[in-house]
């Protein structure tokens, strides 16, 4: 399953490094998803983006910081990060309707030391 | 507000053995409802879904059922094999507007030995 792809795979930073996780979808999708796994917790919904326009930030903290170019890319800027940021970081597409399903991609690892 | 339920784990079973992993939820409206799997290192891949009550979702052998008179949406398999071995999602998605974010259970462990 190529139909979205995330890069790096894996991320290791020191908390004063600046960094971006990379999300592509060739879906044809109009919405995108970051979502945040950490162990032994629920998935996180971090930010929804529909048509390049954000329409959801779930109380992120600023050191995160996410981009929508346009409706195929979204970014994750990260800077100033703590070590409990220390996650899987998946990013996800859909249509733009609702009640649909969504499809992920495999993740960026991110280790904070 | 909206939410999903799904039993805690781990399952640990054996090879053939037949699975069932129970999912509720609750939601205003007629949400949709979708399985997910997640192997060790990759993201979460849709295993199968269910748009309407009684619709059946099936998918390697799998199946769900949607169930809205006891709001719930278990995962069945006959025979599980160790390839199934993995982290199973309950999650659905409730409302209409575009972009709408899916409401995700906590994930239930299987682990089948040989």
């Known amino acids: 399953e190529t139909g979205v792809t995330q890069t790096p795979r894996h991320l290791v930073m020191g908390m004063t490094n600046k960094k971006s996780l990379k999300c592509e979808q060739h879906?044809?999708?109009?919405?995108m998803y970051w979502y945040k796994q950490s162990a032994k917790k629920p998935l996180e919904l971090m930010f929804v983006?529909?048509?390049?326009?954000?329409?959801e930030n779930n109380s992120v903290p600023s050191r995160f910081s996410p981009e929508c170019p346009n409706s195929s890319h979204l970014f994750l800027h990260l800077h100033t990060l703590q070590p409990e940021d220390s996650a899987l970081y998946l990013c996800a597409s859909s249509t733009s309707g609702g009640l649909v399903e969504q499809y992920f991609g495999p993740g960026t690892r991110l280790t904070v030391t | 507000g909206d939410s999903v339920t799904q039993m805690e784990g781990p399952v640990t079973l054996s090879e053939e053995a037949f699975l069932t992993i129970n999912c509720t939820y609750t939601a205003t409206g007629y949400p949709s409802l979708f399985w997910y799997v997640q192997y060790p290192g990759e993201g979460l891949q849709l295993l199968l879904k269910a748009t309407k009550a009684d619709d059946k979702g099936s998918n390697k052998g799998f199946e769900a059922t949607y169930r809205k008179e006891t709001t719930s949406f278990h995962l069945e398999k006959g025979s599980v094999q160790v390839s199934d071995s993995a982290v199973y999602f309950c999650?659905?998605?409730?409302?209409?507007?575009?972009?709408?974010?899916?409401?995700f259970g906590k994930g239930t462990t299987l682990s089948v030995s040989s």
């Open positions: 999650a659905l998605s409730a409302r209409q507007e575009a972009g709408t974010a899916l409401i």
């Open positions: 983006y529909n048509f390049k326009e954000q329409t």
């Open positions: 879906l044809g999708h109009n919405a």
